[in-house]
């Protein structure tokens, strides 16, 4: 069935640092891709999405591009912030609308 | 517009217990479903609607039932509470092909539940 592999964490940085978190699926069709992020004690945001092949989400300054000749969804930030510190996770949607979501990263940013 | 809730925001419960978690949103969302979120596995389905009078299972739904009487809302019933489903619950919804939007959901703030 459909899966969603992420890197693990956590994943520590310096305030200011160049942020990477990477995230491949596996599907039988054409899944849209979704990063999620979940704050402490709080429930899960949309962060951003790609619907198609090449399509690149964007939003606070995350970035990440649906490559589907390597079935990966990187998620990418050129300048993270204390305020990021948080809990990412990558999912993907079939056509049926259920999410099917990866194991989630902890990111970790010190002043 | 409140967007999606979730009552309570934390239970504790003896095993053999039940209760009803409750989740509502105002978005006139078609689909509403249920996620577990347990450490290291992020969160899994555990039932689904896509309309009022229609549900089904995900991934995980034994012990759970579920009924989608209005468009509102979406409870989620624990029959007999075992310590295996102490985790935090999340209730979503999504727009629909009436939305006009693809497959976005919009989550709850959860549900701590405690299973002793």
């Known amino acids: 069935g459909d899966s969603v592999t992420q890197m693990e964490g956590p994943v520590t940085l310096s305030e200011e640092a160049f942020l990477t978190i990477n995230c491949t699926y596996t599907?039988?069709?054409?899944?849209?891709l979704f990063w999620y992020v979940q704050y402490p004690g709080e429930g899960l945001q949309l962060l951003l999405k790609?619907?198609?092949?090449?399509d690149k989400g964007s939003n606070k300054g995350f970035e990440a591009t649906y490559r589907k000749e390597t079935t990966s969804f990187h998620l990418e930030k050129g300048s993270v912030q204390v305020s990021d510190s948080a809990v990412y996770f990558c999912a993907l949607s079939d056509s049926s609308y259920k999410l099917i979501f990866g194991s989630g990263t902890r990111l970790l940013v010190r002043p | 517009n409140a967007g999606v809730t979730q009552t309570p925001k934390f239970q504790v419960l003896k095993t053999g217990q039940s209760m009803t978690l409750q989740c509502a949103q105002d978005?006139?969302?078609?689909?509403m479903s249920w996620y577990r979120q347990d450490p290291g596995m992020g969160l899994r389905l555990i039932h689904y609607?896509?309309?009022?009078?229609?549900?089904d299972q995900g991934e995980v739904p034994n012990g759970y039932n579920v009924s989608r009487s209005t468009t509102e809302d979406f409870p989620l019933r624990l029959l007999s509470a075992a310590p295996s489903q102490t985790s935090v619950y999340f209730c979503a919804s999504a727009p629909g092909l009436a939305g006009g939007r693809t497959d976005t959901q919009y989550f709850g703030p959860g549900t701590r539940l405690t299973v002793l």
């Open positions: 609607s896509v309309g009022a009078g229609i549900t």
């Open positions: 790609a619907t198609k092949a090449d």
């Open positions: 978005m006139n969302h078609e689909y």
């Open positions: 599907a039988t069709g054409y899944p849209s």
